[in-house]
């Protein structure tokens, strides 16, 4: 009767404290891994050969740090911004004041005309001969200086055209 008691306790104490962790090797990393019983790893262990002892890591999530802090921008994108924006305006009133200038020079020829339509004729013929011209399309109007070179480059077409069809 004692063993049957001692038998059943023993069974009974067994099936209570059923398998929680199973253990896996993995031989990709060289290490044993251990699973809950939902199937997620809590840990594992790899033998130190230089210590000769086997060492256990948690993978707790936990334990492990996700925070790294705010972002810091590599960029100030304000500076960027206000830069770029301040480069757009000197742009536009580099352009306008070279646009401007090419209207100006061809009313000029238009008034000098003997004619309406020759007038017409010449003014058109002398805004062509600003578009062809190689070193006006390649002027960067958002620096003060090639704006300047562009009216100079203007002004030699204009001297240039005025010379040719009205000498």
Do not use: C, H
């Amino acid at each position: 009767m004692r063993y049957l008691i001692l038998f059943l306790f023993l069974v009974i104490t067994n099936l209570s404290n059923a398998q929680s962790v199973t253990q896996k090797y993995n031989s990709l990393y060289n290490r044993y891994e251990y699973f809950n019983e939902t199937g997620n790893m809590i840990g594992y262990k790899t033998y130190n050969s230089l210590l000769k002892q086997w060492e256990f890591y948690s993978s707790d999530d936990s334990k492990r740090k996700t925070d790294f802090g705010s972002y810091v921008s590599p960029i100030n994108l304000n500076l960027v911004y206000s830069s770029l924006q301040s480069r757009q305006s000197r742009y536009d009133e580099n352009r306008k004041i070279a646009e401007n200038y090419v209207i100006d020079l061809a009313l000029n020829i238009y008034n000098s005309s003997e004619s309406v339509s020759k007038g017409d004729y010449y003014s058109s013929l002398f805004i062509e001969e600003i578009n062809e011209t190689a070193t006006f399309r390649n002027i960067d109007f958002s620096k003060t200086n090639q704006a300047n070179v562009a009216i100079k480059v203007i002004k030699e077409v204009f001297i240039e055209f005025k010379e040719k069809y009205f000498n």
